[in-house]
């Protein structure tokens, strides 16, 4: 969770707007979602038959999670392709005699990150061996599908359908795995991080705040955006979870233990995170915000770097991409979830056909993510990562808590809902607390943006904006016009 956000999290200056949301809209919003599904035993875009009107919020939290899916099996993949190289003697990233690598690339043991010139073995092994980036010239230059990672993203594809068929029947054996394993594996990290030269430096970066970061806008955005993905608000997923709770289920309970646990669990990694961000600090003898890295790099450079340096580097590097499969097969489950209970909820003749339209969502977003795996399916991904769920899903919790507090009604949503006005967290807190955000655009932050934001690429970010936002436009003038003509 605590990955570097342009910047902000070096300074642990992440932290505060972070826990702001979570207290001001993480929990509200986490509480609305499962009170919406739970009373109402439908997915994301039924419920809003409390509210015709905003029926399209519905189809765009579904189409969100249906866009995310595109690019976040991809990062399961390239975790899968990992987990596999890490079985041998010595793993592939550690030295510079490979096929892949480039004559700029320097061995672990120099000072290379002082180097513009000089790369590690890590990050060619991520870009050249796994990715093949240097084959393609930008986003206009895909190439076809990389055979390694296109199989490796079958299986994952392979492992959603069999846990996601037969509905939570399947899927509920798969998390007592998957949502216990990550625990396991980061205290054991955690362990073998505090012992490493420098971790304590790491730590103390990660729990001081600079105060003058939190005057950039961006930090804030990113905080709230990261709540969404954390506790699922705005996806769906919440809304067809619950669904299948009973009717009589303490939500509220819910609502505040699971988002508790989760945000302590993300402060727990963070701790993980930076000792060992901490250690590669120590160990080039460069500043902190020298080492971190946003995006991908972080999970597959910086830590396979780290953990190459380790006594025993092939065992650490099983197990921290065991819990990067756990981790992320257990959220792609979320996701596809919502995009089926959503749309079987809504068209009731799927219901008895749930095995084949499970397999025609799956075999889709495979279909759609193989222009991620590519030879410049970075580019790709980093045009999904940064605008398919970013602000878009910002704007659809907002539509969310203003339909259900401001034209369904707070008090309706407390009597029907909740039972009592003074479990109504959710919708006072955010009936107060609508604040109005100027959110502005800048091209992608990462090193890939000056090949991603050529023209056609801009007018593709301009689309798949405007297109999720849109649909709510859409989608409620289509509900207005059903019930002109058929009422």
């Known amino acids: 969770m605590f990955v570097l956000y342009n910047g902000a999290v070096v300074s642990g200056a992440f932290l505060v707007p972070y826990l702001f949301f979570m207290v001001i809209a993480g929990m509200p919003l986490f509480y609305m979602e499962l009170a919406l599904g739970q009373y109402n035993r439908e997915g994301a875009a039924g ?21 995310v899916g595109f690019y976040y099996n991809v990062i399961i993949a390239w975790a899968l392709f990992y987990l596999f190289s890490s079985f041998s003697g010595e793993l592939p ?54 055979w390694q990672l296109t199989s490796c993203l079958a299986v994952v594809i392979v492992v959603l359908y069999f846990s996601l068929w037969k509905g939570v029947k399947t899927s509920g054996k798969v998390v007592w795995i998957t949502a216990t394993m990550p625990y396991v594996v980061l205290t054991v990290l955690l362990l073998r991080g505090v012992t490493l030269p420098g971790a304590i430096d790491g730590i103390k970066a990660y729990l001081s705040v600079d105060f003058l970061r939190l005057c950039d806008a961006q930090v804030w955005i990113e905080a709230a955006t990261q709540i969404c993905f954390s506790l699922g608000v705005g996806f769906g997923v919440l809304i067809a979870f619950s669904s299948y709770n009973k009717f009589s289920n303490n939500c509220y309970r819910d609502a505040i ?5 989760n945000s302590l669990t993300s402060f727990f990694s963070g701790f993980v995170i930076f000792s060992f961000l901490g250690y590669m600090s120590h160990k080039h003898n460069v500043a902190l915000d020298k080492v971190a890295t946003d995006g991908p790099g972080l999970v597959f450079i910086i830590y396979p770097e780290a953990i190459a340096t380790l006594p025993g580097s092939s065992v ?23 995009v089926i209970t959503g749309l079987i909820d809504e068209f009731k003749f799927l219901h008895k056909h749930r095995e084949l339209f499970t397999l025609f969502i799956v075999v889709s977003t495979f279909l759609i993510s193989l222009s991620c795996v590519t030879n410049g399916g970075i580019y790709v ?35 029907c809902m909740c039972g009592e006005a003074d479990v109504a967290l959710g919708a006072d807190v955010f009936h107060a607390a609508v604040v109005r955000q100027q959110v502005t655009y800048s ?23 405007n297109k999720i936002i849109s649909a709510v436009k859409r989608l409620i003038a289509i509900n207005h016009i059903q019930k002109f003509m058929f009422t």
């Open 443 to 465: 091209c992608l932050s990462q090193k890939f943006s000056s090949k991603v934001c050529k023209a056609w690429g801009k007018v593709k970010i301009y689309l798949t904006k």
């Open 257 to 261: 233990i699971t988002s508790s646990i």
């Open 47 to 67: 419920v809003w038959k409390i509210c015709p009107l905003f029926k399209g919020v519905g189809f765009t939290v579904i189409l969100i999670s249906l866009y």
């Open 316 to 338: 650490w590097a099983v197990i921290f991409f065991i819990m990067l499969l756990t981790l992320g097969i257990d959220s792609a489950m979320g996701g596809m979830e919502s």
């Open 93 to 146: 990233w550690i030295h510079c005699n490979n096929t892949w690598n480039s004559p700029n690339c320097s061995d672990l043991n120099s000072t290379l990150l002082n180097d513009t010139y000089k790369t590690t073995p890590a990050l060619e092994y991520f870009e050249r061996g796994v990715l093949h980036l240097h084959e393609s010239s930008g986003i206009d230059d895909l190439g076809l599908p990389r």
């Open 381 to 415: 991904f980093t045009l999904l990562d940064h605008f398919a769920a970013g602000t878009s899903i910002l704007f659809g919790v907002l539509i969310e808590a203003i339909g259900i507090a401001w034209f369904y009604g707070e008090a309706e949503c407390c009597s």
